[in-house]
Nanobody
Framework: QVQLVESGGGLVQAGGSLRLSCAASGRTFSSYTMGWFRQAPGKEREIVAAISWSGGSKSYYTGSVKGRFTISRDNAKNTVYLQMNSLKPEDTAVYYC???????????????WGQGTQVTVSS
């Protein structure tokens, strides 16, 4: 069982930056591929970024965030991060982190989910 807790959301102006964090419980964090998802009002949840298990050598980004967002992980701290730069109003959503046991870094099946953190980008 893995528990995930997101933090770092908030209100920011367009062009600004935020860094989301997701702290995981348990002693096997490094064996989980981690993903960030988001869901805007009236829209389906979509994957934003993912990072492979172990050293995180592989990463995935959805097209709309490439070059603006960076996913990283610190296995010693059981934490995955999402650095978001050049934010746009269309990035407004609830952001969730998720974990997949030795999964593929991308839009695959994830086993555990956090409660989400709100990100609002004003124009």
């Amino acid at each position: 069982q893995v528990q995930l807790v997101e933090s770092g959301g908030g209100l920011v102006q367009a062009g600004g930056s935020l860094r989301l964090s997701c702290a995981a419980s348990g002693r096997t964090f490094s064996s989980y591929t981690m993903g960030w998802f988001r869901q805007a009002p009236g829209k389906e949840r979509e994957i934003v970024a993912a990072i492979s298990w172990s050293g995180g050598s592989k990463s995935y980004y959805t097209g709309s965030v490439k070059g603006r967002f960076t996913i990283s992980r610190d296995n010693a701290k059981n934490t995955v991060y999402l650095q978001m730069n050049s934010l746009k109003p269309e990035d407004t959503a609830v952001y969730y982190c998720a974990a997949a046991w030795r999964g593929v870094a991308g839009p695959s099946k994830y086993d555990y989910w956090g409660q989400g953190t709100q990100v609002t980008v004003s124009s």
